[in-house]
C-alpha cells in the first residue's frame, strides 16, 4: 500500500545502506604509519584532512580523490623525502579500498525492502562514478529503486534538479542518511524531510553542516529497522500539512 503526504523516499549509501567509512578510516591509519617514519607529528590526519579538502573541486569525492591527496601530502609532509617505494604503498592502500566487499549493515535488507512497499524509492549517492557503479551492482539491492543517482556533489542544487526530475515537491520527499552535511541539511533547507542514522565514524566533511536537532520535519532513529515505522509516521505528519 502506498502511503500518502510522501510520494519518494531517497536513500544515501556509503554508511547508511553499507560500510565504508571504517575502510577509509583505517586507510587514513596506515597512510599515517607510512608517513611516521619520516616525521614526528600529531596533526598529520589534520594536514591530509586541508590537503583532501582543498582538492574536492578537482578530484570530487571518493577513494582516487583521496589517494592523490594522499601522496601530495605524503610528499608535502616529509618535505619530499618520502621514498618512491612508500609513494608506492600509498597506491596500494588506494587499490585496496577499490576492492573491498560491499557488506550491508545490520537489518538493511529488510528495511528498505519494507520501505519499498509503502514507497517509491530512489537512490542518490556520490563518489567516483566507477567505485559506485560497483558497490551498487554488488549490494543486491539495486532492483528495489525507481532510480539511481551518482552524483559529484548533494547540495541543494543537486537536489533541486532531481525533485524536477522526479516530478516530485520537496516536501512530499524524504531523505535517508548518515551525512548531515549531504543528505539532511539540503534537503530540510528545501523544505524536504530527513532521517538522520549516525554511523559511528563520519568523515569531518560530512559533518560540516549546520542543523536544528529540533527542526520539525527532521527524525534521528539508530537503527535500520526504524526506518519503515518512522517513513510510515512521516507520511502522517506530511499529509495532515498537506489537508
Known amino acids: 500500500m502506498r502511503m500518502t503526504g510522501i510520494r519518494m523516499v531517497g536513500f544515501d549509501a556509503d554508511d547508511t545502506l553499507w560500510r565504508s567509512e571504517d575502510y577509509f578510516h583505517a586507510a587514513q591509519e596506515e597512510f599515517e604509519r607510512i608517513v611516521a617514519g619520516y616525521v614526528d607529528l600529531d596533526d598529520v590526519g589534520d594536514r591530509l584532512y586541508a590537503i583532501e579538502k582543498a582538492n574536492i573541486a578537482l578530484f570530487g569525492y571518493g577513494v582516487k580523490g583521496m589517494a592523490l591527496s594522499m601522496v601530495e601530502a605524503a610528499v608535502e609532509i616529509t618535505d619530499a623525502r618520502i621514498s618512491a617505494r612508500d609513494l608506492h604503498r600509498i597506491v596500494g592502500i588506494a587499490k585496496e579500498l577499490l576492492q573491498h566487499p560491499v557488506e550491508l549493515l ?17 537512490l542518490i549517492t556520490k563518489g567516483d562514478l566507477f567505485h559506485q557503479e560497483k558497490k551498487v551492482r554488488d ?72 542543523v536544528d536537532q529540533a527542526a520539525p520535519r527532521l527524525r534521528v532513529v539508530s537503527a535500520a529497522s526504524e526506518w519503515p515505522a518512522t517513513l510510515r509516521a512521516i507520511a502522517g505528519s506530511a499529509a495532515g500539512l498537506a489537508a
Not at 537489518?107 to 519494507?114: L, S
Open 106 to 122: 545490520p537489518g538493511v535488507r529488510e528495511a528498505v525492502e519494507a520501505v519499498a512497499a509503502d514507497f517509491e524509492i530512489v
Open 139 to 210: 549490494c543486491g539491492l539495486a532492483g528495489l529503486f525507481r532510480r539511481i543517482e551518482i552524483v559529484s556533489e548533494k547540495d541543494m542544487p543537486t537536489y533541486r534538479r532531481l525533485f524536477e526530475e522526479f516530478d516530485c515537491d520537496a516536501g512530499e520527499f524524504v531523505m535517508v542518511g548518515n551525512s548531515l552535511r549531504s543528505d539532511i541539511e539540503p534537503v530540510l533547507a528545501l523544505g524536504g524531510w530527513g532521517v538522520h542514522v549516525p554511523y559511528h565514524l563520519t568523515w569531518a566533511h560530512e559533518t560540516e553542516a549546520v
